[in-house]
């Protein structure tokens, strides 16, 4: 059974960072490109970024572009997102999901969420 | 970029009858590879998003089979053709080459 579990979420002020991460087991991790995707309160899903098999191709929304860092251990089946200067807007749950095995999306397996708050 | 437009954003359907939720591209979802890239989510509330159909009409494994896609180019369909009260949530579609999703449609029981 693929499962996916987040943790590193919590509360932080404007300006501030935190790493998300996320681990991975039921599934060979390394083939698969991984994504996070964000959902503010009450609002819609939004894709933040994605990373290949290897770590060497990353992608990112603009709107977190020189803020946020994807990354992957595969010898520990993890995913993470560092996330600095941190803002209001950047409040949201945030899910760790499996894409497939090429560029294209796929997002066919989900975690639980974590929740980011960013306020002072 | 790519928008993507679902209609309704709500949507009251009485348990055992069908029930529909349309997505708009703002361009075509062809590929390079020929292949239609349009993927359909559910959430439940409280819950993570679960993928329901991708490529247009590909049911997922545990998927009921009253669940079905459908559609070509820019306009696309989720149908439920009997709605269960598991069913309620909201449903998403996302453009599946650049992960845009539509605003969700919120379906509830009347």
């Known amino acids: 059974e693929v499962q996916l579990v987040e943790s590193g979420g919590g509360l932080v002020q404007p300006g501030g960072s935190l790493r998300l991460s996320c681990a991975a087991s039921g599934f060979t991790f390394r083939i698969y490109w991984m994504s996070w995707v964000r959902q503010s309160p009450g609002k819609g899903l939004e894709w933040v970024a994605n990373i290949n098999q290897d770590g060497s191709e990353k992608y990112y929304v603009d709107s977190v572009k020189g803020r946020f860092t994807i990354s992957r251990d595969n010898a520990k089946d993890s995913l993470y997102l560092q996330m600095n200067s941190l803002t209001a807007e950047d409040t949201a749950v945030y899910y760790c999901?499996?894409?497939?095995?090429?560029?294209?999306?796929?997002?066919?397996?989900w975690g639980q969420g974590t929740l980011v708050t960013v306020s002072s | 970029d790519v928008v993507m437009t679902q209609s309704p954003l709500s949507l009251p359907v009485t348990l055992g009858q069908p029930a529909s939720i349309s997505c708009r591209s703002s361009q075509s979802l062809v590929y390079s590879d020929g292949d239609t890239y349009l993927t359909w989510f559910h959430q439940r509330p409280g819950q993570s998003p679960r993928r329901l159909i991708y490529k247009v009409s590909y049911r997922d494994s545990g998927v009921p089979d009253r669940f079905s896609g459908s559609g070509s180019g820019t306009d696309f369909t989720l149908k439920i053709s009997r709605v269960e009260a598991e069913d309620v949530g909201v449903y998403y579609c996302?453009?599946?080459?650049?992960?845009?999703f539509g605003q969700g449609t919120k379906l509830e029981i009347k």
């Open positions: 999901a499996r894409d497939g095995k090429t560029v294209l999306p796929s997002l066919h397996f």
């Open positions: 996302m453009e599946g080459t650049h992960y845009t």
